[in-house]
């Protein structure tokens, strides 16, 4: 088997030469495409040598086998001008035929990538050697797409801490952790309403692989495990992730998930589960708050996800996602909801979880919060995740495990009252105006952890009342 750690370190080395690429955003976007373009070439030839009635959406000339694989083939300045002039507007405007079938969905894939994504190379040499070290990968190996998409994971984990694009990546162990409570049966539906880089439907994959993994398995979840993402870059990594994870044709759909009136989904659009880390602390574009009911309008982009994802559970359907402690509290808008929340679902669980878990693009408290559409609320379990001994904060380097989520799984089916647990009963959730951010009552004040916003808070409410001790004694003095 193929080196494919060294070949990937190769490939990153070359990449640090190249003038064009700036930081780790475009480095994994270059990737992105050129790994993208030879999964799918490398599956073109499998499918074309199964199927005689399969012919790739790809024009001839344009297909990898035709300019990226021959190892002594087009390089330099001519390389470079044949992918910014002829490969990447050619691609963008693939046709995609006019009857659906798989050659048709695979054009529409196509095309949805290489419409968001550049190249941003200016070294044709370079590139030529991009390629000749993706040439020694065959995708059409299991073997080889299998334990690259084991590295792939650590490409998609530099994501942290590439700015903005950090937003896209759940760490793996809370992905894992959510699918594994949600438990996802064969044929049922499952969604990820703002998929990132691919994250929660990969470890839903692997959770369904545990049950089967017959030729019909795999058809069924191609179909069932659905994301919807709507910027260019998660929407490549998360459909070549999928791709990696034997999926052929990922169902995932390049839109915004806020963009359509919430009356437009039907029954029909109703989902089994929901697992997701939906978009927090940005305001929505677009007006997209008008898709909503009026009293449930904002610009907060969680609060409208948390709505969202209300609405397209079926009844009995459950849900595990990401909150941060700003979803938990607050007046008006936030308040409605919370109620709403309480009223249509059953919150029986929400695991509270240290600030820096999402560190370094994200340093706002966060919360996994497990429901089911159909009954009202009883009854809230609390669980304070706290970090492993002698570890003050999560980091790069220090992240969050999976085997750390092993103590919460064993308490999960035999719930005790403890000092990292607590349980609260609904007529305290109305009394507090449906206010779910419940610190541990077993903590002392000295001992309570507070989120970045509430430091702030209390620091300015500290200088507020030293300004007016200073001015009383001004006025006292004079």
Known sequence: ?????????????????????????????????????????????????????????????????????????????????????????????????????????????????????????????????????????????????????????????????????????????????????????????????????????????????????SVEDLALMSQNIMGWEYKPLPYLLATTNLILHDMEVPNITFRDSLDQPLSSFTEKDRVDAIVANPPFGGIVANSNENNFPLNYRTKESADLFLILMMHLLKQGGRAGIVLPDGSLTGEGVKQRVRQKLVEDCNLHTIIRLPNSVFQPYATVATNLLFFTKGEPTKEIWYYEHRLPEGQKSYSKTKTIRVEEFEPIKTWWNNRQESDICWKVDIQTILDRNYDLDIKNPTKTEESIEYSSAELLQMLEASFEKSSDLLNQLKVAVL
Request: glycine share 8%; proline share 3%.
């Open 1 to 213: 088997m193929t080196n494919l750690k060294g070949t990937l370190d190769s490939i990153r080395r070359i990449m640090w030469q190249d003038t064009g690429l700036n930081g780790d955003a475009q480095r994994i976007e270059q990737l992105g495409w050129m790994l993208f373009l030879k999964i799918f070439s490398d599956k073109d030839l499998e499918l074309e040598t199964m199927n005689d009635d399969y012919v790739s959406p790809i024009p001839a000339l344009l297909h990898w086998k035709a300019w990226a694989q021959d190892d002594e083939g087009m390089t330099g300045d001519e390389l470079v001008e044949f992918v910014d002039r002829e490969l990447f507007p050619a691609l963008r405007n693939l046709s995609v035929g006019v009857t659906d079938g798989l050659i048709r969905r695979r054009a529409l894939l196509v095309r949805e990538v290489f419409q968001g994504n550049n190249n941003y190379m200016k070294s044709g040499i370079n590139l030529r050697k991009v390629l000749n070290e993706l040439n020694k990968i065959d995708f059409n190996k299991s073997k080889d797409r299998h334990a690259f998409g084991e590295l792939y994971e650590t490409i998609l984990k530099e994501l942290q801490s590439a700015g903005k694009s950090g937003e896209f990546y759940t760490p793996r162990a809370i992905t894992e952790f959510i699918c594994d409570i949600i438990n996802p049966q064969l044929g049922e539906r499952i969604l990820d309403p703002s998929c990132g880089t691919g994250g929660y439907l990969t470890a839903t994959i692997e959770h369904l692989r545990k049950l089967n993994n």
